[in-house]
């Protein structure tokens, strides 16, 4: 066909590639038209396209991927025990220190939600009797302070992580490796949007004197450890995507502990089924410990281009790459599109923080949102936005989890396992569902949402990759 018969056609098509005005003339001269989403690769600078060029379809880099999934994959996580933080990490209550949420971050650089944490956090040790006093240690170096990450620990939003607190112990039945995460404290003014008053202390210190003691007896107690990938690949099947809606898997923990928790008569066991039973957020740390076990499992393999870590401090967001060591690769944390409680909005908002989007690295959370579409209500999505970003998902992935499967994408496994090639080819970002904290210290959570992991953690990550640009 001509092109003179081509334009004299009853009805044209066009495919548009690239900025949809260009489409504009061919539509109004009655064409139809076929948008294409495309974006340059590496976000359109040349020397870094050149570079990713060079490594897509590398056979080295593609078999260390596929060692990282199977390292990943093969990892089961077994709720073990509950112990003191001190207990695991002595330098919490030796040194003052403090772990936080996402990559490192001094006082001085804080956003509002992680500073009232910091406070709730020395009061609640003891180490000061005011808020004042408390900002006082902070402010002259007298509390120190290190990433969650650093000690294979993870904590939801602020992440603040102090001596006193009860952890949640996660073993690898295989390798033996664990990890561990705090206790979630469940809805309403909470340490870990950075909340503080005395209703907040009086609810962490329960759970350090009664609480932790209790889980610790009962879970000591069973027969044989809780495989937390079995809860979540139940969850999934039920509506859970494991990160931002937790509801059956919290049922489902809550169920296997009932009767140990009742037996534990002199240690607050009722107590604490009644705590559980009105926690929906109650499985989101058990969540966040085994994808960090599995995760850490997966790290340190050479030429591998796997984010085996994602964190965020409401300042800076970061990523750990496999191949490249405990380097973080950090861009300013973003805004979250989200839902807000009545009275607030996006002018209130901090930006994206919390420790928790290492679900999303384990192929929970955005990645199986398929799972959970009363999610994207968040922002005012459909059922068909939750399977679309399960599809994009898998886009920007080495792998499927083999237990963990989407009934809505006819049982195919969640994506699992990010590959920084892939992200930057594509131009796909991956998803994150997550909380929203008020930027003011001291007021909690303001709604909940979606965000995305910004591109510039991605091209830093090349940049640093061996090879040439």
């Known amino acids: 066909m001509s092109v003179g018969d081509l334009l004299r056609a009853p009805r044209l098509t066009v495919v548009n590639v690239g900025l949809a005005e260009f489409s504009a003339p061919a539509q109004a001269a009655g064409a139809e038209v076929t948008e294409l989403d495309w974006r340059p690769p590496a976000a359109g600078d040349a020397a870094l396209g050149w570079k990713l060029a060079s490594l897509v379809g590398d056979p080295a880099i593609d078999d260390a991927n596929r060692r990282v ?15 003191p933080a001190a207990e695991v990490l002595p330098s919490l209550a030796e040194q003052r220190l403090l772990l936080h949420a996402g990559p490192p971050i001094g006082w001085e650089r804080m956003c509002g939600p992680m500073r009232a944490a910091v406070l709730g956090a020395a009061l609640l040790e003891g180490w000061a009797d005011t808020p004042e006093r408390a900002e006082l240690l902070a402010a002259t170096g007298k509390i120190e302070f290190a990433p969650c990450h650093d000690f294979a620990m993870v904590g939801p939003m602020a992440g603040i992580i102090s001596a006193s607190q009860p ?13 561990y995460s705090n206790l979630n404290e ?3 003014r909470c340490l870990r949007y950075g909340a503080l008053g005395d209703d907040v202390l009086h609810r962490l210190r329960w ?11 009962a879970v000591r107690s069973l027969a044989e450890p809780i495989n937390l990938k079995t809860v979540i690949a139940q969850a999934v099947q039920m509506g859970d995507e494991c990160h931002s809606r937790n509801n059956a898997a ?10 140990p928790l009742a037996r534990q008569t002199d240690l607050g066991g009722i107590e604490a089924l009644e705590f559980l039973a009105g926690n929906d957020y109650w499985f989101l740390n058990f969540s966040m410990a085994a994808g960090k076990l599995a995760m850490t499992a997966g790290h340190g393999v050479d030429r591998s281009t796997v984010v085996t870590a994602y964190a965020r401090n409401g300042v800076e967001v970061g990523l750990r790459v496999s191949g490249l060591g405990q380097e973080w690769f950090t861009a300013p944390a973003p805004p979250v599109d989200g839902l807000y409680f009545p009275g607030y909005g996006p002018g209130d908002a901090n930006p994206d923080i919390g420790d928790s989007a290492i679900a999303e690295v384990y192929g929970l959370g955005g990645f199986a949102l398929a799972a959970a579409p009363a999610i994207v209500g968040f922002v005012g999505g459909t059922t068909q936005d939750a399977v679309r970003t399960s599809v994009d998902m898998g886009a920007i992935t080495v792998g499927r989890h083999r237990d963990v499967q989407l009934p809505a994408l006819e049982f195919a496994g969640s994506p699992v396992g990010i590959d920084v090639r892939a992200v930057l080819d594509s131009g796909i970002r991956p998803a994150i569902t997550t909380g929203i904290a008020h930027r003011t210290p001291g007021i909690g959570q303001i709604g909940a949402g979606i965000t995305h992991m910004p591109v510039d953690c991605f091209l830093a990550a090349l940049r640093a990759f061996p090879g040439e640009s």
């Open 69 to 83: 999934l199977e390292r990943v994959l093969a990892v089961q996580p077994r709720w073990v025990d509950v112990r």
């Open 207 to 217: 759970m350090s004197d009664r609480l932790g003691p209790s889980l610790q007896a």
């Open 250 to 259: 919290s049922a489902l923990l809550t169920r296997q502990l009932a009767a």
């Open 186 to 188: 469940g809805r309403g």
């Open 167 to 179: 952890l949640i112990v996660v073993e690898d039945a295989v390798t033996g490796l664990r990890a």
